[in-house]
């Protein structure tokens, strides 16, 4: 009979929901449990975040070194050695790994590895390198998610690939189709045609990136087609054939022989063996478990974050939820918020949107209006030849309030932080431009995009003549 232990707090599942959450929970005092089945940091360090975007640093190394004559230097032939790159990206994962679980030890958490179970709503089984039971007062659930997988073409981790099975090629693949123009989808698409990959994205929708918004759709349409990505859109697939070293696909649209399909189609939440009907717990309708802005799930002293809870599927939202839930969990009241969100697509050239587009703003009955300052205009931009792209702040037309922000370009992921604080702190347009931005620095736009929303441009001719 395996031994039974007792602790304050236990957490299964070990990313960034789970981690974070377990990290709050000891500063607070509690006692703790992480319990994970596999490596800790989950899908984003392991399988996602993390390894692609190590793997777009190399192209993006590469494509500088393409560009370098436009800067004047002369380069000699350029090799690519992916499997170098697929050493260094498993090397970052390693030592991210180890600076967590040296991160557990210091914060005194108590990791398990093995499988947990519900046995009852405050009991857990865990089997796996260790075997043992964890009673505990309050649980947290941060299982996370799984790639979504098509039932009349599921992955073989063979020549059909998901975003798991795609990091373990060992060579760059001549052509590959992508089914899905999802974050994934065209993260994957970049990535692998600056490595010299001919790449195919099918997209069941209208758009490609149809969540992040009508704008971004059209601007990164045109610039992954310039790039030499093809893109079918309204294309459904309806079957893959697997061949010995290529597959067929055949969609509504014809037919095309790849090398690999990668689908990419969403993903779904994760809870194989959690026996959460012990728990008296289930999933909704919409395949979630559902949670209140406490993080508190129908069974109030459990918890669940991140993307177990179907709201976003980001890493940082994870986080956050990890901490709102050890607050509560600890006897503090804490309240998830989230209409500050930001989310980046990692893609060449970087997406970076946070609050409402224009259409939402719009649709919830503000008089929005946006200021778009294109990087042609910036000096910044310039000096870089990083000027393709843009960065736009909606705003309340009445009170000035920023509602929302887009930018698309180089730093748009660092850019975004800006905006991300200005909309948390319901800041105005007044409060973007009377902040000294320095120069020259890719920031400077938000200075720009604050005063054409306000119509008052200082880089670019007036909209409107007073
Ligand atoms: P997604 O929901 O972003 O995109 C899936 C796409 O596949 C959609 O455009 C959808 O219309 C399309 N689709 C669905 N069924 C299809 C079919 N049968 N044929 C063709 N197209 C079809 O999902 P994705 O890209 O798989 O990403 C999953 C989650 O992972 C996202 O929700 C995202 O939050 C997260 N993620 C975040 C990243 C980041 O923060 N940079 C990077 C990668 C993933």
Redo the contacts with the bound molecule.
């Keep these: 009979m395996p031994e039974k232990k007792i602790f304050d707090i236990a957490i299964i599942g070990g990313g960034p929901g789970g981690y974070v959450a377990a990290i709050k929970a000891a500063q607070l005092g509690k006692s703790v449990a992480l319990i994970e089945k596999d490596h800790l940091g989950g899908t984003c360090l392991n399988v996602?975040?993390i390894p692609?975007k190590t793997l777009l640093s190399n192209a993006s190394v590469l494509h500088q070194i393409k560009r370098a004559a436009e800067f004047g230097i002369e380069v000699g032939p350029v090799a690519i050695h992916y499997e170098k790159m697929v050493t260094r990206k498993n090397q970052v994962i390693a030592k991210m790994r180890a600076g967590l679980e040296g991160l557990m030890k210091s914060n005194k958490v108590t990791v398990f590895r093995g499988t947990a179970s519900f046995e009852s709503p405050h009991d857990l089984k865990v089997m796996g390198t260790d075997n043992l039971f964890i009673r505990a007062d309050k649980i947290i659930i941060a299982t996370g998610?799984i790639?979504?997988d098509?039932k009349a073409f599921p992955c073989d981790h063979n020549r059909i690939l998901n975003?798991t099975s795609i990091l373990e090629l060992t060579h760059i693949p001549k052509t590959l189709a992508i089914?899905?123009?999802?974050?994934?989808?065209?993260?994957f698409a970049s990535l692998f045609q600056e490595l010299g990959t001919k790449v195919t994205i099918?997209?069941?929708?209208p758009t490609?990136?149809?969540?992040q918004g009508p704008s971004v759709a059209q601007f990164m349409t045109k610039a992954l087609t310039a790039r030499g990505i093809e893109i079918r859109t309204n294309?459904?697939?309806e079957s893959i054939e697997k061949g010995h070293d290529h597959v067929k696909i055949r969609t509504t649209d014809g037919s095309l022989d790849t090398e690999y399909a990668l689908v990419?189609?969403?993903?779904k939440v994760y809870i194989e063996g959690l026996a959460l009907e012990k728990a008296a717990l289930s999933l909704n309708e919409k395949g979630i478990l559902p949670v209140n802005e406490k993080m508190e799930t129908a069974t109030p002293h459990i918890y669940a974050i991140g993307d177990v809870t179907g709201q976003?599927?980001?890493?940082h939202v994870a986080s956050h939820q990890g901490i709102i839930a050890a607050m509560n969990a600890s006897g503090f009241e804490a309240f998830a918020h989230y209409e500050a969100v930001p989310?980046?697509?990692?893609t060449a050239p970087e997406i970076a949107t946070v609050g409402l587009t224009l259409e939402a703003a719009t649709a919830k009955g503000y008089t929005a209006t946006q200021g778009t300052f294109p990087f042609l205009a910036l000096g910044k931009a310039q000096a870089g030849l990083d000027t393709e792209g843009f960065a736009q702040i909606i705003s309340d037309k009445k009170t000035g309030q920023i509602l929302g922000a887009i930018v698309i370009g180089h730093e748009a992921s660092n850019l975004i932080a800006e905006m991300a604080l200005a909309i948390q702190n319901e800041l105005t347009l007044e409060s973007i431009l009377e902040t000294i931005h320095a120069h020259p620095t890719m920031a400077e736009s938000w200075h720009e995009a604050a005063a054409l929303a306000s119509e008052m441009p200082i880089h670019l001719p007036p909209r409107i003549r007073r």
Excluded: D, H, N, Q
């Design positions: 996602g975040c692609t998610s790639p979504f098509i975003s089914v899905g123009g999802g974050y994934i989808g065209c993260e099918l997209e069941a929708l490609i990136l149809a969540a294309v459904k697939v990419a189609v969403g993903r976003f599927m980001l890493a989310a980046v697509v990692f």
